[in-house]
């Protein structure tokens, strides 16, 4: 998944995270509401509801470290790939 490379030394604000989520989202081929089914789904109980990714997405939430792990997990990127980077 080289596309999904997202310098996050780069990401100092809201709006830039968010820009960032709905680009790996898109690379994914995610809609905001089929990424909150498919953490509904998923096993971890990490509450990702499809307003609390809207807000994020928005540059007007800060995720959770639970919910960024849980979202590059959806996205199909693991924790230790993004360490990485």
Not at 18 to 25: F, K, V
Not at 39 to 47: C, K, L, Y
Request: glycine share 8%; aromatic share 2%; charged share 25%.
């Amino acid at each position: 998944m080289a596309d999904n490379v997202v310098d996050s030394s780069t990401i100092t604000t809201l709006a830039e995270l968010g820009d960032a989520w709905a680009r790996l989202m898109e690379e994914a081929g995610l809609s905001q509401r089929r990424l909150a089914e498919k953490a509904a789904t998923a096993v971890g109980g990490v509450s990702m509801s499809r307003p609390i990714i809207s807000e994020i997405v928005n540059g007007r939430r800060l995720p959770t470290h639970d919910q960024q792990i849980r979202f590059l997990d959806l996205v199909g990127l693991t924790d230790a790939d993004e360490l990485e980077r």
